[in-house]
């Protein structure tokens, strides 16, 4: 009953683990969050009866037929419990979001509602970006040719693609990211969230189906409501439960008129950022196969950051990129840029490009950001004629392991796969959430908290980013702040801990 649960073994096939929270823990928590709900609510009454002032947004007297803005039920969270603790994220910045970060410090009088400037400007080691290949930088071939597109090209193109937007920059981007993925076409949206909620509802539609991981990111799951077809959510790699909806759907067709569907298409990420787990794409495109389905595969998180030349899952589990159907990613985590890509057949793109609101209404890329994706990507491929790219990628994998096997052997509980550079580190208790993260603060690492309602009850964690651009000396440096917050707030739950573990040492040079 005091005792960890053991780890739960990788449904899937994949080395990844997943252990559940002590029970003693879960319990702990429930009791937790029972008495926060309850302090809410008294917090709520004194405030009707007029004995604490309420700082949150409220409706107009004059308001009160119109329908209401502001759901009480809904924002009794945010009101009674995330205000509280807002400190621990939004936090502003000044500088490149690089191995190391500048934050601008800053303080509440009014319990976290406004926040005011103290003046200072404190560095700290930067565990939260997604800078992968480390090209969120100032300076290098990469900044320098995106100062050069701006006198070439100007800042942004004033208008959408699909009338006066589309330069030359962006057909030779749209042209390497074909060859780079290894499709026939691709086009580039300004907004990677955009590029999945408004394509998908191109790709299928009335009477189609759509299978969804129930891990996948807000972004699919709008642009799957958006697209009006049956939605079928399957648990997290759950290949066994997939292949049943998959069976269900060819034989009995459309729920009530049993007509075929249209079109099915399975829904899934590369790697999940949340959880750090990989999707088993062999056996999802072995059920695609078949059941003769179609495969949408985010390569958000993976795309530069797996494989081993950064060509994503299809390079890490060696799979041919013609059995996935569309690949989309985004260029804001590996590339150090913004905006993001769909790839396919031409056919497909060819009719992407001519309905898709992301094409036809959207701003069109900005040329200095087309330039940084353009030089960044040409590094990775090799095009400059050095192995920085290759070096990178190496790097980045090393930092990845090194930093995994490390928290495993604190005692921590760490999720996800081995070859994934989000590191989720399991805290399970809500209240400990804010502590954490301000502890990590005070000892320099700027790190990422998250907890209920973006996780579950007991999902509580911090999310751990690894970048090329950390040296070994940031990581240990990184390493000693958790292992001693860890100690401080109780969060290691791991019954594999090795006993009297013992850092490796620092570069005293770099002291």
């Known amino acids: 009953f005091f005792s960890p649960s053991p780890a739960m073994s990788s449904e899937h096939g994949l080395p990844e683990e997943f252990q559940e929270p002590p029970v003693l823990v879960s319990i702990i928590c429930m009791i937790q969050l029972a008495v926060w709900t309850f302090l809410g609510h008294m917090n709520e009454f004194l405030i009707m009866i007029g004995v604490l002032r309420s700082y949150a947004p409220k409706e107009s007297s004059k308001m009160k037929d119109f329908p209401p803005l502001y759901r009480d039920f809904e924002s009794f969270y945010t009101r009674n419990l995330y205000m509280r603790i807002r400190d621990c994220w939004n936090r502003p910045i000044s500088s490149v979001a690089g191995a190391h970060v500048t934050l601008k410090e800053r303080v509440s009088y009014d319990g976290n509602h406004t926040y005011q400037f103290t003046g200072e400007h404190n560095e700290y080691i930067n565990m939260g970006s997604y800078n992968y290949l480390g090209f969120a930088e100032t300076e290098g071939s990469c900044s320098d040719s995106s100062v050069k597109t701006i006198a070439q090209y100007g800042i942004a193109c004033c208008s959408s693609r699909a009338e006066l937007g589309?330069?030359?920059?962006?057909?030779?981007?749209?042209?390497?990211?074909?060859?780079?993925?290894?499709?026939?076409?691709?086009?580039?949206?300004?907004?990677?969230?955009?590029?999945?909620?408004?394509?998908?509802?191109?790709?299928?539609?009335?009477?189609?189906?759509?299978?969804?991981?129930?891990?996948?990111?807000?972004?699919?799951?709008?642009?799957?409501?958006?697209?009006?077809?049956?939605?079928?959510?399957?648990?997290?790699?759950?290949?066994?439960?997939?292949?049943?909806?998959?069976?269900?759907?060819?034989?009995?067709?459309?729920?009530r008129t049993h007509r075929p569907y249209k079109k099915i298409m399975i829904c899934v990420e590369g790697i999940y950022s949340m959880e750090g787990s990989?999707?088993?794409?062999?056996?999802?495109?072995?059920?695609?196969?078949?059941?003769?389905?179609?495969?949408?595969?985010?390569?958000?998180?993976?795309?530069?950051?797996?494989?081993?030349?950064?060509?994503?899952?299809?390079?890490?589990?060696?799979?041919?990129?013609?059995?996935?159907?569309?690949?989309?990613?985004?260029?804001?985590?590996?590339?150090?840029?913004?905006?993001?890509?769909?790839?396919?057949?031409?056919?497909?793109?060819?009719?992407?490009?001519?309905?898709?609101?992301?094409?036809?209404?959207?701003?069109?890329?900005?040329?200095?950001?087309?330039?940084?994706?353009?030089?960044?990507?040409?590094?990775?491929?090799?095009?400059?004629?050095?192995?920085?790219?290759?070096?990178?990628?190496?790097?980045?994998?090393?930092?990845?392991q090194f930093f995994r096997d490390e928290l495993k052997k604190m005692g921590f509980i760490i999720y996800g796969n081995p070859a994934s550079p989000v590191v989720p580190m399991l805290i399970f208790a809500p209240g400990k959430i804010c502590p954490t993260s301000r502890e990590l603060k005070k000892r320099g690492v700027a790190g990422v908290v998250v907890g209920y309602p973006a996780t579950t009850v007991l999902g509580s964690r911090t999310r751990f980013c690894l970048s090329a651009s950390h040296t070994r000396d940031d990581l240990i440096m990184a390493l000693e702040?958790?292992?001693?917050?860890?100690?401080?707030?109780?969060?290691?739950?791991?019954?594999?801990?090795?006993?009297?573990?013992?850092?490796?040492?620092?570069?005293?040079?770099?002291d």
């Open 166 to 255: 589309t330069q030359k920059i962006h057909v030779e981007l749209e042209n390497l990211v074909a060859e780079f993925v290894g499709k026939p076409a691709a086009l580039t949206f300004g907004m990677g969230f955009a590029t999945n909620s408004t394509n998908i509802p191109i790709l299928v539609g009335k009477d189609c189906l759509l299978i969804s991981d129930e891990l996948n990111h807000t972004s699919l799951i709008l642009g799957s409501r958006l697209s009006g077809a049956r939605i079928e959510v399957f648990k997290h790699n759950n290949m066994a439960q997939l292949e049943s909806i998959l069976r269900r759907a060819v034989v009995q067709g459309q729920p």
């Open 278 to 400: 990989m999707v088993n794409l062999p056996e999802v495109i072995r059920l695609k196969k078949k059941y003769k389905a179609y495969l949408y595969l985010d390569e958000a998180h993976s795309i530069g950051a797996t494989g081993k030349t950064g060509r994503g899952v299809t390079e890490h589990f060696g799979v041919d990129v013609a059995d996935v159907d569309i690949m989309m990613g985004t260029f804001t985590k590996s590339f150090g840029a913004a905006g993001g890509y769909v790839a396919a057949s031409k056919e497909i793109i060819s009719e992407m490009r001519a309905r898709s609101h992301g094409n036809i209404y959207a701003h069109a890329m900005s040329p200095p950001v087309c330039a940084q994706i353009i030089e960044s990507m040409r590094i990775i491929m090799g095009k400059t004629g050095t192995t920085e790219g290759q070096d990178r990628i190496k790097k980045l994998s090393e930092n990845t």
């Open 481 to 510: 702040a958790i292992d001693e917050v860890g100690d401080l707030m109780g969060l290691k739950f791991n019954r594999r801990q090795v006993p009297k573990y013992t850092l490796p040492a620092r570069d005293k040079k770099d």
